[in-house]
């Protein structure tokens, strides 16, 4: 049984993600930790627990950074409504979140699961920036860090046209992560863009009478109102659900390359972007594994099993 801790700022492709991970039946999700992000904390929070509410699961949400390390941060909520829900109109959760800071919480998965706790973060890297400084040795404890972020090849989704939107908004974060820990699977921006979802496949999936389903009904609207006009009229780019396939099935990754990846802090339009030393120039080891190829049907039948799920 794979324990997974889930770093997330929901966000509606936060949101499948998380069901993903709840439908699988291999994998035991010890807690959700909750980033500033998509929208803002008391936000992402709430969200959170709609999730655990929905699938009727008895997990902790731990709330964690309000902020960027340096802020002021971007905000998403032109894509996933100002309650990063689709301003769907949701009641409020009966849930309260736990008293645990997230990076407590995931110092303390660590040293609960040591050896055999996968952490995947879908949102920007605060919480575990701050759980590195804290402790530097958190990653002996942790087999398996799987990061959706960055764009290696430079088509950024923010305002800084080389960055994504979670290295992005906490660049310090990122560079905390990326420079402390040895070795960590990223799915990127670029995956995100070659692994389309059909809006006409995806939209039946959603017709399913499960709460899963009911509830990506519901908060993805205004999302893909806004991916139609703006982006594609007829694919859905699902960040973090990619990542949650490969954290799932790694056997989905069909193609990958080890290099050495860093993060930019500086530039009016480099700011938070994913540097690749693409022909090994620098000497420096490879820190992460890119997913570059993703079994789609693969990938799709994960995301069709989390909407059907009962
Ligand atoms: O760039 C995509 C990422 O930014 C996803 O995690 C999405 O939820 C937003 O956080
Ligand atoms: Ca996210």
Do not use: Y
């Amino acid at each position: 049984m794979t324990k997974l801790l889930i770093d997330t700022d929901p966000g509606v492709d936060d949101a499948l993600a998380i069901l993903m991970a709840f439908a699988d039946p291999a994998v035991e999700v010890v807690g959700l930790t909750v980033a500033a992000g998509n929208v803002g904390l008391h936000h992402t929070v709430r969200n959170a627990l709609r999730l655990v509410e929905t699938a009727g699961l008895d997990l902790p949400v731990h709330p964690g950074c309000p902020a960027p390390i340096l802020p002021p941060p971007p905000s998403a909520a032109f894509v996933h409504g100002e309650d990063g829900f689709g301003d769907a109109g949701l009641p409020e959760p009966a849930r309260r979140a736990s008293s645990v800071h997230a990076v407590d919480a995931i110092l303390e998965a660590a040293r609960r699961h040591a050896g055999e706790l996968t952490l995947v973060c879908l949102g920007p890297l605060t919480n575990l920036a701050v759980a590195l400084m804290i402790d530097p040795t958190l990653p002996s404890r942790v087999p398996r860090l799987v990061v959706m972020g960055g764009a290696v090849d430079g088509r950024g989704n923010t305002e800084r046209i080389k960055a994504e939107f979670n290295i992005g908004f906490d660049p310090e974060a990122a560079d905390i992560v990326f420079r402390r820990w040895p070795h960590f699977e990223l799915v990127d921006w670029e995956a995100t863009l070659a692994h389309g979802i059909p809006f006409d496949r995806l939209d039946d999936w959603l017709t399913a009478e499960t709460p899963g389903a009911r509830l990506m009904r519901a908060i993805a609207e205004k999302r893909h109102a806004w991916v139609r006009a703006h982006r594609s009229a007829t694919h859905s780019h699902l960040a973090d659900a990619l990542a949650m396939a490969v954290v799932l099935e790694p056997a989905l990754v069909a193609e990958a390359e080890e290099r050495h990846v860093s993060v930019s802090l500086v530039g009016e339009h480099t700011r938070g972007m994913t540097v690749v030393d693409w022909t090994c120039r620098t000497g420096l080891a490879a820190n992460v594994r890119i997913a570059r190829r993703i079994d789609q049907a693969g990938f799709e039948r994960r995301v069709e099993g989390a909407l059907r799920a009962g």
